[in-house]
């Protein structure tokens, strides 16, 4: 018996090797440990540390050259974002008796829940945390959201269950996970009570609630007038109901449960239908806003905003020439193209401002980092998975990446620019709209009642490296055991690299050297499985590999 199992095992090998060209080598690490360590030098700086949470400065090269994916890219700006958000997403990890969490201001708001939790960008810190090494800070994050945080879980919007199942497409845990799979149904099944008539298919909310106050949709519903919160079937909550509801259904196949998997599965296909078929306005070639009390005839509102590329977020819409049309906008100067960032309404729109009157937060012009995150994941999602595409290419998208990059930029007082990530920016001067105006609210300085100093400082309410590791990059793991490859970087690239992503138990390195010359590690695309070559490809393309 141990000499057939030896010719099994002896086989195997040699099949592995000849499939994936497996080549074992003693390091294949080509990035420097001082790239990290010089960020990190200078970000630490140039930093006024106001507000220290589990990880402070002193820590956080220790904490991130243990965790964190290392990349060398030509762009030297995108790579430069890259280490500067893994070095503030640090700051907001913050233990507590239930575990860890990840906040989304430093310094304690007014409006926050449970040690000072916003679950609005949770989904954002979930597939931008997932990437760490150690599992635990995102898998106790998580915990929290669905066994701790009470009725937090439901304060904003939020596709908590798709963000798990990102999670798990990294670190697998089926014990976990399944453990997981009723909470997610309350979840989902409460918010059928507080979201949804019960004559429709599509979910109600407020535009405050999705985390977008003042929205123009919502100043048009109210007859012209602004108000902070308007009810309305928007494009958000449905298309993040419907991302829930193929992740519960995902989960119960893995569960075994085929019953509630189906269940689930129904449910998404209503609301894609229903989506499709009430929120496509015809007239603009654009997702936009019904109203909550929509009837039979009720048109969708005439007003493009960002929330209309949502949909593909989720890979949602048909693959079909009309809906593809949208995207024209993405590039349009009239839509939401502005020199510094994308902006969450079209320009064109006579209800379209920036404003530095009122509340400090709106959703009627700005740049918001928030929903330009939602926007890349779409667009790489639709140049990646969509066939019908005649509006945007690969340049486009990394285009759209780098100016996101540039945001991260402050004068400071000392009149130099340093890294920075804050709240709402003007797309047209760079300037940090929340920041300039609470910096001297109503002529008092910083007020403690809208958060204190330095509110937005370091604002965790977006995210930037998952970007750049599963969309620019390409590298797309499945919770299957398997591992996709599908970069969207541009043509001129002749080189990159990525080190110590963590999969499932492995860690993959991947390497880009066009002529071989620069890391003197081979030709060609190459893809590392704890350190031994398993696919070498020589040209830039998809590459799928089951473990």
Known sequence: MKKINFIIAFFFIVFLSCDFGVKENKSVKVIKSDKLKNYIYRFNKNDNEIYKQFITNEEALLFLSENIPMIDLPDKEIEETYYFRWWTYRKHIKNTADGFVITEFLPDVSWSKKYNTINCPAAHHIYEGRWIRNPKYISEYINFWLYKSGDGIRQYSFWIANAILAFNDLHRNDSILSNQLEPLIKNYNEWIKIRKENDKRLFWQWDASDGMELTVSGKILNEGIEKFSVEATRPTINSYMYGDAKAISKISYLNNDVKKAKEFENKANKIKEELQKRLWNKDLNFFTVLPKNYKKNTKPLNVRELIGYIPWYFNLPDDIEEYSIAWKKIKDSTGFAAPLGLTVTEQS???????????????????????????????????????????????????????????????????????????????????????????????????????????????????????????????????????????????????????????????????????????????????????????????????????
Request: proline share 4%; aromatic share 14%.
């Open 349 to 547: 729109h006579p209800f379209f401002k920036i404003s530095y009157e009122g509340h400090e937060c709106q959703w009627n012009g700005p740049s918001w980092p928030f929903a330009t995150t939602q926007t890349l994941k779409a667009l790489a999602n639709f140049l990646t998975n969509y066939s019908n595409n005649k509006t945007v290419t690969k340049n486009d998208y990394y285009n759209l990446l780098s100016q996101y990059a540039k945001q991260h930029k402050l004068k400071n007082d000392k009149d130099e620019i340093v890294n920075w990530i804050d709240e709402n920016l003007n797309p047209y001067t760079e300037d940090w709209i929340s920041r300039t105006r609470l910096k001297n609210w109503k002529g008092k300085g910083w007020s403690e009642d809208k958060g204190g100093i330095e509110r937005g400082k370091d604002y965790n309410h977006s995210g930037f490296c998952d970007l750049i590791l599963s969309d620019l990059i390409g590298i797309k793991p499945n919770i299957n055991n398997s591992i996709e490859i599908n970069p969207l970087i541009p043509d001129d690239w002749e080189w990159f690299a990525v080190e110590n992503i963590h999969f499932q138990g492995k860690e993959i390195d991947l390497i880009w050297d066009k002529t071989g010359d620069h890391y003197n590690l081979g030709k060609g695309l190459m893809l590392f499985i704890n350190q031994n070559l398993v696919i070498q490809k020589e040209k830039i393309q998809k590459i799928f590999l089951k473990m």
